[in-house]
């Protein structure tokens, strides 16, 4: 099955860094939001978007908002979600998990973590 990614990052750097990651593993359709609301804006508008990977720490909606807005509607609620975040600390992996994150990578990553973690992911 085509995967289209959903690539949420304040940072333009490191949204390059994913689709650029995602190329490389073979991924080639991807849609970018800037924060959560506009990711949920993209979410709504194009039905094709079937996996999210998104920060945490972001203006306007963090990740972790946008993982709970995901969850608390019915058109998503299943959608894979892989938080890449800073956040390290068991405390914030803990509240990603509560929220329902599919999987958690802390910055910096490799291109073999990411791809470890969707490969996880899509085969739940």
Do not use: C
């Not at 080639?28 to 949920?40: R, S, W």
């Not at 979600?81 to 990578?105: F, H, P």
């Amino acid at each position: 099955m085509d995967r289209k990614f959903l690539v949420v990052d304040d940072s333009v750097t490191m949204r390059r860094i994913v689709v650029n990651t995602l190329k490389t593993l073979g991924y080639n359709q991807y849609v970018e939001a800037e924060h959560g609301k506009d990711a949920l804006d993209k979410l709504s508008t194009d039905s094709g978007i079937n996996f999210v990977i998104t920060d945490w720490n972001m203006p306007v909606m963090s990740g972790l908002e946008l993982t709970r807005a995901i969850r608390s509607d019915d058109k998503t609620k299943t959608l894979p979600i892989l938080m890449v975040t800073t956040r390290g600390v068991k405390e914030d992996i803990v509240q990603a998990l509560q929220a329902r994150v599919s999987n958690y990578v802390v910055k910096p990553f490799t291109p073999q973590i990411l791809k470890d973690k969707i490969d996880l992911i899509l085969s739940n």
